[in-house]
């Protein structure tokens, strides 16, 4: 939770794009910034009230992260659902808890500290690397701030930061834990091994019938057979439509004049841009133009290197201001402007490169042209023939009429079951293309009227449910064989736990695992060192765990990680990792404390909002997270 919560108060710092200074405005708990969201409070901690609009705007925030993670868009409500609010709520509620324990405590920061944590914030940095108060008010201005908000909310979060630091390094966990969590984490073991596979085994007797039916009995998952439906589907697809649209060549060279300025390839600049921060720098620049100096000279003289002035290759539409984008376009190659005034003080520009606007002939973007028209009217077709199929199909026309006279793709779906497969086994193409077309197929009944699903792509499909055929369990005579067969396996498996038991049994009263592998034809391996958290192919977590279970010399066994095998080991050494100038141990004692402290602050967290006292406007909340009553 500490971590947490310091990432909430630490997210400004490095942020240089306008977008983005509202989010750190946020995560100090500016609430002027926002406009047009509910007034009133929605929560209180104390004194301290939690003020609608900021919690509607941090929802909104972490409703679109959670969105791009997911790369789906969510609605409030299913955020809601998800209890994304709550989470958010709780949040600025532990926020608002340790602002009213440093209220109470009298903790305060000084205008000096404020006053350097804002002239050394990066965000507020001009070209040169240095503070720049143009910059400083044009983002305070942007965000519909002044300075004296600005400088209040700083000092909250500076305050808040304070506070939490001292709590998070209140507590060390004790040495005797730090040493108990290193050597169980460290800890290695070699064991001496040999796997058994289930071959090993041989040939399994055939067995009885009574025996076949009371497993065909006992195990009728794994001979049930899913419920499979079945369907036909017309589809209407824009992209095939288009391909039997015909476009003329005085539409494709009127769309082409219409679409002239998109086929431009604007002019670019490579610029350099040297700011110079007061009237000393401007009249020092100008006494070296003066002299006949270059750019290149000057920006040497004020300490910057290439990397410093360099804007990059730019059009004009990459400069901040017009009046820049203006001098710089009409400078000539490699010319520079002089002392010119801009939004960020005084500056001179140089142009490097110019490389001019060109533009593509129609035969160059003549198929592309193509394309798009006819899709455009494939799309407008697609609209007209499915209002004539919906009247077809009023008038009682089957599908596949429809099909053949419109001459549409025809699917038949034949006993797809709930993962979209066939009795085959695999999974007809139009499944994976219509991402929506399997819960279709299971939300539907026989004799349903289904409507024509439109699809993102744009096109459309109709569909008939043709059968429906319920899961039940298969007749036994029709799976005899699979009963065998399967019945046969378990057999085998219950041997192999035998016979890996028989191994451990012997070898634990002394026989060497040498000797017994011989029973086998094989030869014990020796493992490499064995972490607790070791999984690989060889040793799974379950024989990973049985082997630090046991003394030294002692055997037992477990399944491999990856297959049906099983792996007999005995354990050969422990090794008890050194603490002394091990980065390990610090890190664990980093990292135990960490947790101790986050445990620490919970319980002082749950204690401060009992004592202060919490109240939360259910009503409130419901109506800022999508359900309106």
């Known amino acids: 939770m500490l971590s947490k919560m310091k990432s909430y108060i630490g997210g400004f710092f490095g942020l240089l794009l306008i977008g983005l200074l509202v989010v750190a405005f946020a995560a100090w708990g500016v609430s002027d910034v926002f406009n047009g969201f509910n007034r009133g409070t929605i929560a209180s901690v104390g004194d301290r009230d939690i003020p609608t609009n900021e919690f509607r705007y941090r929802y909104a925030r972490e409703l679109d992260f959670l969105s791009r993670q997911l790369n789906e868009p969510l609605t409030l409500e299913q955020g809601r659902s998800l209890g994304l609010d709550r989470q958010v709520l709780a ?30 914030d990066p965000a507020f940095a001009g070209p040169n690397g240095r503070f720049d108060r143009p910059t400083f008010q044009r983002l305070l201005q942007s965000n519909g701030l002044t300075e004296k908000i600005f400088v209040r909310d700083r000092r909250l979060f500076e305050t808040r930061r304070q506070l939490l630091d001292a709590l998070g390094d209140a507590v060390q966990s004790p040495s005797s834990l730090n040493e108990l969590v290193f050597n169980h984490l460290l800890e290695t073991r070699v064991a001496e091994y040999v796997v058994l596979q289930i071959d090993s085994i041989g040939e399994i007797n055939e067995p009885s019938e009574e025996e076949l039916l009371r497993f065909y009995d006992q195990a009728p998952n794994l001979f049930t057979e899913p419920e499979r439906r079945s369907a036909t589907l017309i589809i209407l697809d824009p992209k095939k439509l288009s391909q039997t649209i015909t476009v003329s060549d005085e539409e494709m060279r009127e769309e082409y004049e219409n679409l002239i300025d998109s086929f431009l390839q604007a002019e670019t600049r490579e610029v350099d841009q040297l700011v110079l921060a007061d009237d000393e720098e401007v009249a020092k620049a100008n006494a070296m133009l003066a002299e006949g100096k270059g750019f290149d000279e000057i920006a040497t003289d004020f300490g910057l290197s290439p990397e410093d002035t360099d804007l990059g290759t730019v059009t004009r539409n990459d400069f901040i201001a017009p009046e820049l984008a203006d001098i710089a376009f009409n400078l000539a190659e490699g010319s520079n402007s002089g002392v010119q005034d801009g939004p960020l003080g005084q500056a001179i520009l140089r142009v490097r490169k110019i490389t001019p606007q060109t533009q593509q002939g129609f035969d160059s973007v003549k198929n592309q042209i193509q394309d798009t028209l006819s899709l455009d009217k494939a799309t ?54 219509f991402t929506d077309l399997q819960s279709a197929l299971f939300e539907n009944e026989l004799g349903q009227d289904l409507a024509p699903t439109e699809t993102p792509e744009g096109s459309i499909y109709w569909m008939r449910m043709d059968g429906i055929k319920p899961s039940r369990i298969s007749a036994f005579e029709d799976v005899r064989e699979k009963a065998r067969a399967q019945w046969q396996a378990q057999e085998r498996r219950a041997l192999l736990v035998g016979l890996a038991e028989h191994f451990v049994d012997k070898g634990n009263q002394g026989k060497s695992l040498t000797a017994l592998a011989d029973e086998l034809g094989k030869s014990p391996l020796t493992s490499p060192p064995l972490l607790r958290s070791t999984s690989n192919e060889t040793f799974s977590r379950e024989a990973v765990s049985n082997l630090f279970e046991i003394e030294e010399g002692a055997l037992t066994y477990g399944k491999v990680g990856f297959g049906e095998s099983l792996v007999v080991m005995r354990l ?54 999508g359900e309106q009553q």
């Open 572 to 625: 050969e050494n422990i090794t008890i990792p050194a603490k002394e100038s091990s980065a390990e141990f610090a890190q664990i004692i980093a990292q135990e404390n960490e947790r101790l402290n986050e445990n620490l602050l919970n319980q002082l967290l749950i204690a401060l909002q009992d004592d202060y006292g919490v109240r939360i406007d259910q009503q409130v909340l419901t109506a800022n997270t």
């Open 380 to 433: 407008e077709e697609v609209i007209l023939i499915s209002e004539k199929i919906e009247d077809e199909r009023a008038q009682g026309t089957t599908l596949e009429g429809i099909a053949r006279s419109y001459n549409l793709e025809l699917v038949q779906l034949d006993q797809i079951d709930v993962n979209g497969q066939s009795k085959g086994g695999d999974k007809p193409e139009v499944m994976n293309r």
């Open 91 to 120: 949040d600025m509620m532990s926020m608002a808890t340790f602002d009213q324990l440093g209220d109470d405590i009298g903790l305060a920061v000084s205008d000096d500290i404020i006053a350097n944590k804002i002239v050394s």
